[in-house]
């Protein structure tokens, strides 16, 4: 194999090892949003939970309140009934009776008010087993979700630590000046740097390759960059044993060489 093409396919190669790390690295990013959302779900849940609580605790106190009210002018009542038989004449009989009808009246009131209490008591205990029931299956698939995540990190982690390595050691047998050609369009372009022209076609940018260029790049001197893409380029038929797909990159990828084989069947 000559000089040349030993380049193009450590080029390609380092191209692989990108391109991998570029999809890990995206993943690590993405990966947590998901964990982030549940959590803050989780967050507004346990929030209203505690704003259902609070209200618990205060219809019971209210509750609590009006039961010692009842019990006190129940007892009121039935002391004044005692002392009916007491009254000396008309006038303070009567006098009793109204007394003993107002508290009543007040009694009746606050069974009324009681009752609605007790109504809103249940509605609320209602919604907290609500609340407590779908926050406790969204905090298990949060824990699920939380462990996978931390899982998949670690793998990407020593992954990429993997990658590191092969990438430096496919750079080693580029020379200097290709490589930092390679650089150069890694910085300003989204992957893939180095394409195959497939039919005269850049697969980088879908356009054709001028005829002179085309005609330098099968004679498989030195190495070429896409006049309209600026990606390096070799030509596919230098490669016929392994027609192996250019790693894509990860959105809007240019058609790779194998996909443009495969829209073509
Ligand atoms: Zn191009």
Same mark, same amino acid.
């Given at each position: 194999m000559s000089i040349y093409l030993k380049q193009i396919e450590q080029l390609v190669a380092l191209q692989r090892v990108d391109s991998e790390i570029i999809l890990l690295k995206e993943e690590l990013e993405s990966a947590p949003k998901e964990v982030e959302q549940l959590e803050q779900d989780y967050s507004q849940f346990r929030e209203r939970k505690e704003q259902i609580l609070e209200k618990i605790d205060y219809l019971q106190s209210q509750q609590k %309140?009006?039961?010692? =009210?009842?019990?006190?002018?129940?007892?009121k009542i039935k002391k004044s009934k005692n002392k009916l038989m007491m009254a000396s004449n008309t006038k303070e009989y009567h006098a009793m009776m109204r007394e003993m009808? $107002?508290? /009543? &009246?007040? $009694?009746? *009131? %606050?069974?009324?008010? %009681? *009752?609605?209490?007790?109504e809103e008591l249940e509605r609320q %205990?209602?919604?907290? /087993? /609500?609340?407590?029931? =779908?926050?406790?299956?969204? &905090?298990?698939?949060?824990?699920?979700?939380?462990s996978t995540l931390e899982q998949r990190v670690e793998e990407i982690e020593a992954r990429l630590a993997v990658l590191d390595k092969q990438r430096k050691a496919a750079g080693q047998h580029v020379p200097a000046p290709v490589l930092g050609r390679y650089e150069f369009i890694r910085s300003r372009l989204a992957a893939p740097v180095i394409v195959p022209v497939m039919e005269g076609v850049c697969s980088g940018c879908n356009i054709a390759i @001028? @005829? !002179?260029?085309?005609? /330098?790049? !099968? &004679?498989?001197q030195q190495i070429l960059n896409c #006049?309209?893409? !600026?990606?390096?380029i070799y030509w596919c038929e230098h490669f016929e044993e392994s027609? =192996? @797909?250019?790693?894509?990159? @990860? !959105?809007?990828? #240019?058609k790779t060489h194998k996909e443009a084989a495969e829209e073509a069947e």
């Open positions: %309140r009006l039961d010692g =009210e009842i019990s006190d002018d129940d007892l009808d $107002n508290i /009543e &009246k007040l $009694n009746r *009131m %606050r069974e009324e008010e %009681r *009752m609605a209490l007790v %205990r209602a919604a907290l /087993e /609500e609340v407590e029931s =779908e926050s406790s299956s969204l &905090k298990e698939n949060l824990d699920e979700k939380q @001028p @005829p !002179q260029s085309f005609i /330098e790049l !099968q &004679k498989g #006049p309209n893409c !600026q990606r390096l027609h =192996e @797909p250019v790693p894509g990159k @990860p !959105q809007a990828a #240019p």
